[in-house]
Antibody, heavy 119, light 107 residues
Framework: EVQLVETGGGLVLPGRSLKLSCVAS????????MSWTRQPPGKGLEWVAS????????YYPDSVKGRFTISRDNAQNTLYLQMNSLRSEDTATYYC????????????WGQGVMVTVSS | DVQMTQSPYNLAASPGESVSINCKAS??????LAWYQQKPGKANKLLIY???TLQSGIPSRFSGSGSGTDFTLTIRSLEPEDFGLYYC?????????FGAGTKLELK
């Protein structure tokens, strides 16, 4: 059974940093592109970042480019999202997602972890 | 970025009825559209990809149609577990973008 379990969320001050982790199980992690997608409270879904199966390339929307970094440790079956210079508009539930191939749609989602950016 | 416009925003129906949710892209996205279901306390579920391909394990009462800019998710003979939020998503180009969602409620 595919499982994606996110950790690392919490309350953080504006301008500070936070690192999310996602432990994957039930599939061969290094065969799949992985992504993060977020959802602000009461709002819709927004793609945040994707990384190739090898970790050699990463993709971001303009809203987080230069502030967020996606990475992975294939030996530990773990995906990461380093978030720097956090803003109030980054407040959201962050989901770890698996892409079934190189196309960025998502066949498995984690339960999500909440990040609140507030003073 | 490709804007995805979903309609209706809210939809009320009864078990056994059929419903349709629409999604319009701001430019042609060929067949590169997915549909997801979101329910409280559960992981989001992929229903349809490539506009009309049913994800493994999804009941055949779900179907997708359309191409280019206009797409439809149809749910035939609604079951009680089908009530929730539905999102469309384009993946023809980066950044992948989602519609604002449709809330399917019990009438």
């Amino acid at each position: 059974e595919v499982q994606l379990v996110e950790t690392g969320g919490g309350l953080v001050l504006p301008g500070r940093s936070l690192k999310l982790s996602c432990v994957a199980s039930g599939f061969t992690f290094n065969n799949y592109w992985m992504s993060w997608t977020r959802q602000p409270p009461g709002k819709g879904l927004e793609w945040v970042a994707s990384i190739t199966n090898s970790g050699g390339s990463a993709y971001y929307p303009d809203s987080v480019k230069g502030r967020f970094t996606i990475s992975r440790d294939n030996a530990q079956n773990t995906l990461y999202l380093q978030m720097n210079s956090l803003r109030s508009e980054d407040t959201a539930t962050y989901y770890c997602t698996r892409a079934p191939n190189w196309e960025p749609y998502f066949d498995y989602w984690g339960q999500g972890v909440m990040v609140t950016v507030s003073s | 970025d490709v804007q995805m416009t979903q309609s209706p925003y809210n939809l009320a129906a009864s078990p056994g009825e059929s419903v349709s949710i629409n999604c319009k892209a701001s430019k042609s996205i060929s067949k590169y559209l997915a549909w997801y279901q979101q329910k409280p306390g559960k992981a989001n579920k992929l229903l349809i990809y490539d506009e009309s391909t049913l994800q493994s394990g999804i009941p055949s009462r779900f179907s997708g149609s359309g191409s280019g800019t206009d797409f439809t998710l149809t749910i035939r003979s609604l079951e009680p577990e089908d009530f929730g939020l539905y999102y469309c998503q384009q993946y023809d180009e980066y950044p992948p973008t989602f519609g604002a969602g449709t809330k399917l409620e019990l009438k």
